[in-house]
């Protein structure tokens, strides 16, 4: 059984970093697609930032370019997305995902892309 498990979320002020983690098991630390989303109040699910391996192409929103940074860890099974420059914009529910392929793609960053889905952490960015 797939289980990803978020921490790492919380409450900081305009400016400040935050870094999130997503524990992996029931799925082989490669073979897998994985990335983060976030849903905030009253909008949609977007794709924030996805990666198949830790040498791996890393595919990012456009929103959260040169401010977030995904990375890997196949030894530990364990996706992280260390986030700088946080603005209130980036207020949202933090979800890790994963799919069973054999990369990623752009199309990572949409919801049909992913199979599995963590029950996700609250992010909030105060100005």
């Known amino acids: 059984q797939v289980q990803l498990v978020e921490s790492g979320g919380g409450s900081v002020q305009t400016g400040g970093s935050l870094r999130l983690s997503c524990a992996a098991s029931g799925i082989p630390p490669n073979d897998y697609c994985m990335g983060w989303f976030r849903q905030a109040p009253g909008k949609e699910r977007e794709g924030v930032a996805a990666?198949?391996?830790?040498?791996?192409?890393?595919y990012y929103a456009d929103s959260v370019k040169g401010r977030f940074t995904i990375s890997r860890d196949n030894a530990k099974n364990t996706l992280y997305l260390q986030m700088n420059s946080l603005k209130p914009e980036d207020t949202a529910v933090y979800y890790c995902?994963?799919?069973?392929?054999?990369?990623?793609?752009?199309?990572?960053?949409?919801?049909?892309?992913?199979?599995?889905w963590g029950q996700g952490t609250q992010v909030t960015v105060s100005s």
């Open positions: 990666v198949y391996c830790g040498s791996c192409y890393r």
């Open positions: 995902a994963a799919a069973q392929t054999s990369g990623c793609s752009r199309s990572s960053l949409t919801e049909r892309g992913m199979n599995y």
